[in-house]
């Protein structure tokens, strides 16, 4: 038996909740999903990226389909620099990654002793949740209010952890449109967190895959500028940056950056895993930079997605029922329900299969424990808009109908 071989760790590894959520609805005719995270496949930017990739193999393939540095394309770096405008940082400030997956797992394993305390928002990304618990981390969640993660809750919760003699180390945070809930960080918080976990000697993981997706409202700056520019503490947040939903998860193109010896440290795992992130890819999102494709493309994403986000807006607050709640983005690709306390949106999945219309529900967002049942994810950027309005009428009317 194969199973005899496998390592503790990988014995107690669990598989992909959602993976297996959206493969129980697949396949099923007529069903309308707002399960998956995925970006709308008409934002990716074929055509220019396909005459990149042919451009680059023909003219640089000596160079890129070379094995490459383990901290990522010079060029790419390079791009990245002048694309932020940070004056006070260098090369060394910088990796690239293969997806922020990769630099959530380097980060975490360049820190995390097995048993070390991780803070996160409850709920968060289960993408992270796994990494934390594939590195028998102890993930503590902290529940947000509409501002973000709440700082009463989470000094209360750090009190208590040191008091059983934990050692805690990193808060992880997704301060913008935040995965699963679409809650975004107030400016006061911001402030306000970065100078608790200053003062507690935690460092702060900030994940940045949506900060530019911002449909309306004013734009707020990452809790790594305002370390950098405001409080002159810049390695107190490193910073994760995904284009997954902005060039296409397929590409894999992320970067962090943050402390030098850090990085550094960071760039030793990835050389482990890894040797390099994709060279070709990594060359042609230089390219695309270079090219100053990258802000008027962001610019149509935006633009593409906000009928998606209004329609849904419009049609949760025409058909649900007052029993129900939701959170309001201004970007993202993410919006969170609350049901009354005693619906449990576990079991809720399957009959809304039956309805033909599916989502995630929310328990899958928090660490073993922690959970919450009545919440669920809604996605709005897969589906058409006509989706939505038939989708969200389903889940309305099964609502209605089991709860009165
Ligand atoms: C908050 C958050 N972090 C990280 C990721 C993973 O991004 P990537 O595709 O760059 O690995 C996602 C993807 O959905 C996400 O929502």
Known sequence: MINSYFSETTKVMKSSLIRELVAATKNVPGLISFAGGFPSPATFPKDVLSKLYAEVVADEGKDVLQYGASEGDAQLKGELLKWEGYTNLT???????????NAIY?????????????????????????????????????????????????TEKVKQLRQAGKKIKVLYTIPDFQNPAGI???????????????RENILVMEDNPYSRLRFSGE?????????????????????????SKILGPGMRVAFAKGNPELINKMVSWQQKVNITPDCVTQRVAAKYFAGGHMNPHIHLICEFYKPYLDKMLDCLNSEMPGFVQWTKPQGGIFLWLWLPE????DKLFFSAKDHLVTFIPGSKFYPEGQEKYNCMRLNFTYSSIEQIETGIKRLAQLLKSIYV
């Open 106 to 154: 380097y980060l975490s394993r360049a820190v995390l002793n097995e048993g070390d305390v991780i803070l996160c928002e409850a709920p968060t990304f289960l993408g992270s949740l796994v990494v934390f618990d594939a590195l028998q981390a102890d993930v503590q969640s902290i529940p947000m209010d509409n501002e973000g993660i709440d700082l009463n809750l989470l």
């Open 184 to 198: 975004s960080m107030s400016l006061k918080r911001r402030h306000e967190l970065l100078n608790y976990c200053l």
């Open 91 to 101: 090369p060394d400030n910088l990796m690239t990654t293969v997806g922020a997956t």
């Open 342 to 345: 005693d619906l449990n949106a």
């Open 219 to 243: 734009e707020l700056p990452t809790l790594f500028r305002i370390a950098n520019d405001e409080m002159q503490h810049p390695f107190l947040v490193t910073e994760i940056v995904s284009f």
